[in-house]
């Protein structure tokens, strides 16, 4: 369905001034002069001329008023029916995340670094998917809800940073949190059960917190009938780490282990029918998302994304081209009005001869 709005429509309001201006103008004196006989020298199609720059001017006043307005036509893209998967990417932001254990393009970089190109592209390859973010380090937050609006996403997981959250690893409650997300999806469709749910976990696989237990939390999704893919980022043993002082500014680098609980991971993923990756593989990924698109699609009863096209190029065109005969025709208008001021006089001694006669006739009639 197109509908059409204004971006701006405060400018609107400006309309309201036109007639007032017209009304002010009509309203200014001029001084008159009485001439005898004037109806006989009245030219309606010469004056009609002489109006109509003003009413040019005024009509494409209010065009390039339409024109801020920014009038804009939206067209759906597709149909309302979208055919594609509830997904919920739920990522560690622990300080144990800052280890920078990874080389990309020859530069070191933290975890967290390295799996933001897993997001991108986690949102990028899905653009029919509803897609949410969960957060979690100590306490797992829900950072994005599912959405269609992968640009908003996008920008979102753009500020992903690791301290946002109080420090710890909660896999269990972040697994919980994604649930109810997935869950609240459902009502969407019913109480049924879908298989085009799914969950991918990043982290380093270090559970430390939290209220729910990793393994029960896993259990809890199989109930449930929803797939988690656990994706491991790191590796193990002793691992460079950034040092802060209190103001968050970095005074060093310290070597710290790192014992990344791939059992736990691994148990989850096959608890709830997913898989288990490592992110130093390349191909994980892919890999994931080739699991996913095996599983059964679904439909999604809602507005596909709307696209909006701006209009304003006509009204600002036909209105400076308004503004320029106004002031094309007003250019011309003094030779307009010698132009009448001779026809005037060359009518004048036809008035005069005319006089007398008048006068005879009504001599005769008395």
Do not use: C
Not at 166 to 186: F, H, K, N, P, Q
Not at 268 to 285: H, K, M, Q, S, Y
């Amino acid at each position: 369905m197109i509908g059409a709005s204004f971006h701006d429509p405060l400018w609107l309001l400006l309309l309201a001034l036109l007639p007032a201006a017209w009304l002010l103008r009509r309203r200014r004196r001029v001084h008159a002069v009485v001439v005898p006989d004037a109806h006989a020298w009245h030219a309606p199609r010469a004056t009609a001329r002489l109006a109509a720059p003003v009413v040019l001017a005024y009509l494409g006043l209010a065009l390039l008023v339409v024109a801020l307005a920014r009038p804009q036509v939206h067209r759906p893209l597709g149909d309302d029916a979208r055919a594609g998967y509830d997904l919920v990417l739920a990522i560690d932001l622990s300080t144990s995340m800052y280890a920078e254990d990874f080389q990309r393009g020859g530069v070191t970089t933290n975890r967290l670094q390295a799996i933001k190109p897993i997001i991108a592209a986690f949102i990028g390859q899905r653009p029919n998917d509803r897609i949410g973010i969960v957060v979690f380090a100590g306490r797992a937050y829900t950072f994005a809800p599912l959405t269609f609006d992968h640009e908003w996403l996008r920008r979102q997981s753009a500020r992903l940073s690791i301290g946002i959250v109080e420090d710890g690893t909660a896999v269990g409650d972040a697994i919980g949190v994604a649930l109810s997300r997935l869950r609240e999806g459902r009502q969407d469709g019913g109480d049924a059960r879908r298989e085009g749910q799914f969950v991918v976990l990043l982290t380093d696989g270090s559970s430390n917190k939290g209220s729910l237990d990793p393994r029960m939390a896993a259990q809890l999704a199989a109930e449930e009938g929803v797939p988690i893919y656990t994706i491991g980022a790191g590796a193990e043993g002793l691992v460079p780490t950034p040092v802060f002082d209190w103001a968050g500014k970095r005074i060093g680098t310290e070597m710290k282990a790192s014992e990344i609980d791939s059992l736990v991971l691994r148990d989850i993923a096959e608890t709830t029918g997913g898989l288990f990756f490592r992110a130093t593989d390349p191909n994980a990924v892919r890999e994931a998302f080739a699991r996913i698109d095996a599983a059964q699609k679904i439909d999604f009863d809602a507005p596909p994304p709307v696209v909006s096209h701006d209009l304003f190029q006509l009204p600002a065109g036909a209105g400076s081209a308004l503004l320029a005969l106004a002031a094309l025709l007003t250019h011309f208008r003094d030779g307009i009005r010698r132009s009448l001021a001779a026809i005037t006089a060359a009518r004048s001694p036809l008035l005069a001869r005319a006089a007398p006669d008048q006068s005879l006739r009504g001599g005769h009639s008395r």
